[in-house]
């Protein structure tokens, strides 16, 4: 792992030179770019296919939309410095002391804002499946309000970064990106406040409401059973309903385990004395998955949500040219007119010159 507790490591290779170092170092610089490239692919891929169907007109689609450009951001911030610090062992925070301060400030308000956008996209849901007045309690200048009020709110949250971290002298006498001294004690604490603002608090807030959703599902699926008479129209709506509900569910069991671990693991190197032999390289390998799953769940994030939409799978398919393009059906039928023209015209031809050879013989 980079970061232990308090403790703003270097290339995790350098540091030590056992087994669990290196399988560690190796998770970072092998992981690392497939998840970045993925993550970055598939998030402008989905931003162009937002775009083409108009995002802005749809709450969902809209929050969809911020969730994509938070969650780049983030990818672009947190892995890409530490796959340059522990392939390259070069640390961009290193750079300066503004620096230091702002990429400590970004990935912690960046990944809480991510979180919270996630409550918001299932308390859409939730009041569109709980409320018939859905369109005037949720609109969009309503949901652009909470967008920006809760981006305000974190950012105020985490603006202690600037002054809590910055470049501090170590024991020998060299710079390096930490706590300021005087704030540690703060810091320690703020991990704890983190774990519930980043996990605890939305994982339980989403739990609750998808609970709610399926339960109404399954109440307008006993409704549906007793009213609708053709069996056809009652089994595709329940199989509508067994995939929103699995989405429902992996969403969220995702969310928990790539979020609750880090967490965890940032307060037990408070506790424990992470720096010391043999806890530090147990603690570098264990911050390696947990961290590489975290950012893994930024990078698949948005496609959880948006997999089971036929409007953006069609207009994904159309970006990709997976489904079949019209020029060619076009062409496939332009042909077989040609084929079926050139053979009327073969046919003609051939009565024309028997004509003409009878008329010849008669003659003669």
């Given at each position: ?111 809480q ?15 569109k ?21 809760v ?64 339960k109404?599902l399954?109440?307008a ?26 989405m ?98 073969s ?18």
């Amino acid at each position: 792992m980079v970061e232990i507790g308090n403790n703003i490591t270097g290339n995790t290779s350098a540091l030590c030179a056992n087994d669990f170092c290196k399988i560690a170092n190796y998770i970072w610089i092998i992981l690392s770019p497939v998840i970045f490239v993925f993550g970055l692919t598939s998030g402008f891929l989905m931003i162009l296919v937002l775009v083409r169907i108009k995002f802005q007109r749809s709450p969902l689609m809209f929050f969809i939309f911020v969730l994509t450009v938070t969650d780049i951001s983030i990818l672009c911030v947190g892995l890409v410095r530490i796959w340059i610090l522990e392939t390259w062992d070069f640390d961009i925070r290193e750079l300066s002391d503004v620096s230091c301060s702002i990429f400590h400030f970004l990935i912690y308000f960046l990944m809480q804002y991510s979180s919270w956008i996630l409550v918001f996209v299932t308390l859409e849901r939730f009041i569109k499946c709980k409320y018939i007045m859905y369109k005037s309690l949720i609109t969009m200048k309503k949901c652009t309000y909470m967008v920006i009020s809760v981006f305000i709110l974190l950012a105020a949250l985490n603006s202690h970064y600037f002054w809590t971290h910055s470049f501090v002298i170590t024991e020998n006498n060299t710079t390096s990106c930490n706590v300021t001294p005087g704030y540690e004690r703060f810091d320690d604490w703020y991990i704890k406040i983190d774990l519930f603002i980043l996990c605890v608090i939305p994982f339980c807030i989403m739990l609750s409401l998808d609970i709610i959703i399926m339960k109404s599902l399954k109440a307008a699926r006993t409704f549906r059973r007793s009213s609708i008479a053709a069996p056809q129209v009652y089994n595709r709506m329940k199989k509508m309903d067994r995939k929103l509900t699995k989405m429902s569910v992996i969403t969220n069991s995702y969310f928990l385990v790539s979020t609750l671990p880090v967490s965890l693991l940032f307060i037990l190197t408070v506790y424990l004395n992470s720096a010391a032999e043999p806890l530090y390289s147990i603690f570098t390998l264990c911050g390696s998955i947990v961290y590489t799953l975290q950012y893994s769940n930024y990078a698949v994030n948005y496609v959880f949500y948006t997999i089971y939409d036929k409007r953006i799978r069609k207009e994904l398919k159309r970006i990709l040219r997976i489904a079949k393009p019209r020029f060619v059906q076009q062409g496939s039928q332009y042909t077989l007119r040609s084929s079926s023209m050139e053979t009327s015209q073969s046919l003609s031809a051939t009565s024309t010159n028997v004509s003409i050879r009878s008329i010849s013989g008669n003659v003669t």
